[in-house]
Nanobody, 122 residues
């Protein structure tokens, strides 16, 4: 089993920045592939960014390329999502996920965190 705990969400004005963290514990050998997803009210859960912690490769949704950066601290089994130039469309619950069952951008992961809310006001 893997436990994922997100933190770092909050409220920010448009143009601002936030940094999310996701700490993994338990059977962390299952956390080679991890990702961030988000879900706004009334919308489907969508991929934001993913990473292969083993080789350090990263993946991004087109909507966040150039604004968001996914990174990792393997010693702490933690991944981060640095979010810059936030806009109101980034408002959503952000979830951390590990061990994909399909492609990284599909919301089909074995493990999910409880989510952290990000609210961007204009």
């Amino acid at each position: 089993q893997v436990q994922l705990v997100e933190s770092g969400g909050g409220s920010v004005q448009a143009g601002g920045s936030l940094r999310l963290s996701c700490a993994a514990s338990g059977y962390t050998s299952s956390t080679t592939y991890m990702a961030w997803f988000r879900q706004a009210p009334g919308k489907e859960r969508e991929a934001v960014a993913g990473c292969n912690r083993g080789i350090g490769s990263t993946f991004y949704a087109d909507s966040v390329k150039g604004r968001f950066t996914i990174s990792q601290d393997n010693a702490k089994n933690t991944i981060f999502l640095q979010m810059n130039s936030l806009n109101t469309e980034d408002t959503a619950m952000y979830y951390c996920a590990a061990e994909p069952l399909r492609m990284w951008w599909q919301p089909l992961y074995k493990y999910w965190g409880q989510g952290t809310q990000v609210t961007v006001s204009s």
